[in-house]
C-alpha cells in the first residue's frame, strides 16, 4: 500500500512539476557536471602531487636540491686529496673540487669521514650521494656506478739517475735493473721490456739503490713523485718518461641509473675544467696540473 500511495502522489503532482521540469533538470545537469568538474580538478591535482612526489623519489638530483646538501664521503687521511690541516680543518685537492662541484649543483657539500672499505659501500646504503677521494675507474666498478669525469690524471713514470740519458723509452729498458716492490701492478709490462726486477720495500730503498748505482731505474706514480721532490728537492732523480698507455684517472662515482645527477656533475666538472678552476685547485695543492688529459 505504501508503495501504491506513493505511485498515485507522484501521478497527481506530475501535471505541477512539468512545468518546472526542464529548469529542474537543467540545474541538476549544471550541478552535477560542476561536481564533477571540482573532483576532476581536486583528482588531477592530487594525481599531480603524487606524480610529483614519485619523481622526487626517483630524481636523486631533485632530492638533493631539496636537501640542500651533496652528501659526500672522504678518507680524510690521505693527503694532499683529502685530509685534516694543522687546525684540524678538512681539507685537500678532493675536498675542495667537491665543494666546488656542489655550489654548481646549487647546494653545499656535507663530508662523511670513512676508511676506504666503507666509502663505496656508502654509496651503495644511499648514506652517500658519492665519493670523492681519489677513486679510480676500473672494470669492475664501472659494472656497479656510472662515472662522471675523469678530472685528475695520473702517469707511471719510470725515474733514473740524474745524469742518466740512456733510458728513454721502453726499448732501453732492455738488460736494465729495475728496483720496484713485487706486487706493482706492471711488473708483467716491466719484464716484457726486457727489465731485471730487483725486490725492495720502500720508495726511499729505491731510490737509494738507483744513487749507489745497484739499480738503473724505478717506477713512480706521478703524483706520488711529485710528493717526493717535494719532501726531498736534492734527491738526484729525474723522470725519464711516462710508461706509454698506463694512465690511472679519478672520477666520480654516480649509482647506475640516477642520469639527471651524473649529468648535472658532469656539466659541473666540463665548467670547472673550462673556467681553469680544477687547475688552479690542483695547482695549490700539488704545484703543478693533474687536471689535464696526458697526451
Not at 728496483?179 to 725486490?199: K, Q
Not at 703524483?223 to 679519478?250: M, R, S
Request: negative net charge; proline residues 3%.
Amino acid at each position: 500500500m505504501r508503495k501504491l500511495s506513493i505511485f498515485m502522489a507522484a501521478v497527481m503532482s506530475g501535471v505541477l512539476l512539468a512545468g518546472c521540469s526542464s529548469a529542474s533538470t537543467d540545474n541538476a545537469a549544471q550541478t552535477t557536471a560542476a561536481q564533477s568538474e571540482a573532483a576532476g580538478t581536486e583528482t588531477s591535482a592530487e594525481g599531480e602531487s603524487v606524480t610529483e612526489a614519485a619523481a622526487d623519489v626517483d630524481d636523486e638530483l631533485a632530492q638533493i636540491q631539496k636537501s640542500g646538501v651533496f652528501k659526500v664521503g672522504v678518507e680524510g687521511t690521505y693527503p694532499p686529496m683529502t685530509y685534516h690541516d694543522e687546525s684540524g680543518e678538512l681539507t685537500g685537492f678532493d675536498v675542495e673540487v667537491a665543494k666546488k662541484v656542489a655550489e654548481k649543483l646549487g647546494v653545499t657539500a656535507e663530508f662523511t669521514e670513512s676508511d676506504w672499505d666503507s666509502l663505496l659501500a656508502g654509496i651503495d646504503s644511499k648514506r652517500l650521494d658519492t665519493v670523492i677521494n681519489a677513486v679510480s675507474v676500473t672494470e669492475e666498478r664501472s659494472q656497479k656506478y656510472d662515472f662522471a669525469g675523469p678530472y685528475f690524471y695520473i702517469t707511471q713514470q719510470i725515474v733514473v739517475r740524474s745524469d742518466d740519458d740512456s733510458i728513454v723509452d721502453m726499448d732501453s729498458l732492455n738488460g736494465k735493473k729495475c728496483a720496484n716492490t713485487m706486487t706493482t701492478a706492471y711488473l708483467d709490462l716491466l719484464e716484457d721490456a726486457g727489465a731485471e726486477i730487483v725486490p725492495i720495500n720502500t720508495t726511499e730503498e729505491a731510490v737509494s739503490m738507483i744513487n749507489s748505482g745497484r739499480a738503473d731505474f724505478t717506477t713512480f706514480n706521478s703524483v706520488i713523485f711529485n710528493e717526493y721532490l717535494k719532501q726531498h728537492p736534492d734527491a738526484k732523480v729525474k723522470v725519464a718518461f711516462a710508461i706509454p698507455d698506463l694512465v690511472d684517472t679519478y672520477a666520480v662515482p654516480i649509482r647506475k641509473g640516477e642520469t639527471r645527477l651524473l649529468e648535472a656533475v658532469q656539466s659541473a666538472l666540463d665548467e670547472l675544467t673550462a673556467e681553469g678552476t680544477l687547475s688552479e685547485i690542483s695547482e695549490q695543492y700539488f704545484g703543478t696540473d693533474f687536471t689535464k688529459p696526458v697526451e
